[in-house]
Every structure is written in C-alpha cells, then in structure tokens.
C-alpha cells in the first residue's frame, strides 16, 4: 500500500502494468550501472546518488508496496518518493525513445512492429482505468507528441506522488543550520526525518535475494528463483 493524496491504496491493474514497466526497464539500466558507477541518471537527484545495489533495494522496497494491498505503507521519505519519481522520469525517456526508433524498428524489425507503441498503449490503459484524460480527448496510440505523453505520465504520477514534490527539495536544505533547517522544515511541513531516511544497501548475497524479488514483481523468467 501507499500514502497517496487520494488515500492509502494500492495501484490498480493498468496502472501498476505500466509502472511494472518502468521497474523492469529502469532495472536493466541500473545493472549496466554497476561497471561505470555514475554514468546512467534518471534525472531525479536523491535516487540518482544512490549507488546501484541501493537503487535496486529501493526499487524492490517501493514496487512491493504499490503492488501488494496486504503490505503495510511505507513512510514517505525523499528516498522512497524520489524512486517513484525516478520511475517515471525513466518513462518519459523510454517513451521518448520508442517515438524516435519507431520508423526504424518498422522498417529493420518488421516482425516487432506491434511492439513500437508498448508504452503508450500502457500510458491510455492506466489514463482509462483512472479516468485521467480530464475530459479531453485521448491520443491515438501512434501520437509522437511526446509533450502529450509526458503530460498523461504527470497525471499518473500525480495520482501516487503528493504534489508538493518535497523529494526534489534536499539541496535546499543542505547548508542551513540545524535549527534554521528545522524551523523552515516544520513551516513546510516536512517531516524532519523526510531527508535523512537511509536507503537499504545490500551486500552482494543479499542482492541475489533482491534480484530474485525483481524477477518476481516484473514477471521474468525464473521468479523468486536466484540464479
């Protein structure tokens, strides 16, 4: 479960297929990240600085919880939120890259072409089953405006994140003396915790188990089997 402006709840059935999605691919780039620490960012700068095994834990931790009704939610923390926010900034890169190789991936991978529109087939089915195209008219499938898509992934997001986006503020905190830190942190409303929360970082044979708890929530081959 997730504390959600609308409520603790879980993700319904398209909206946790699309973010599904966004672990699954985010996951492949994390692994490439584990030889050149640092080259691969998200864009979100709290998940960002994480290292690779801590990112993974993290994707664990949040995919878990807005998947399972029966899992207790999570505080929210910069670090759990800032690994929602990275999912979906993943997405909107993901997104944009599927509009850019549609033509090539049509005409070099003919037998791929049902594939070229996978995520923003996601992205309608989620909007559809939330009811978040605000009255307005939905995209075909084949759309290439990627504001429209990045506009649709902020109205899904929005319906997990708290709109104060909290989680992007650390650096605004960082050279403020504790109390002045603390005052400014209370006038906001943040929980006094919200920046310091510490993301798990497993040893080696613990992301074995992490790895295998990645398989299973994303539906590869061998769930919770550990290689």
Known sequence: MWRTQRGVRALRIAEWELFREGIDTLWDSIEESFDSPGDFTTGVEVFDRLQ???QLAMLVLVGQALRDKDLPAPDLTATTEGTVAAVFEHLRNEVAMEIDLEDDIKRDQPESADEVTLLRRRILAACR????????????????KGETWESLLETLASRILWDDGDYDMAADFIDEEPEERRAKMALMGIAPDYFVDIAPDPTDEELETIRADLRELTGRVGGKSVD
């Open 52 to 54: 690779p095994n801590q």
């Open 129 to 144: 089953e939330c009811r978040g195209f605000g009255g307005a008219r939905p995209p075909a499938e084949t759309s290439r």
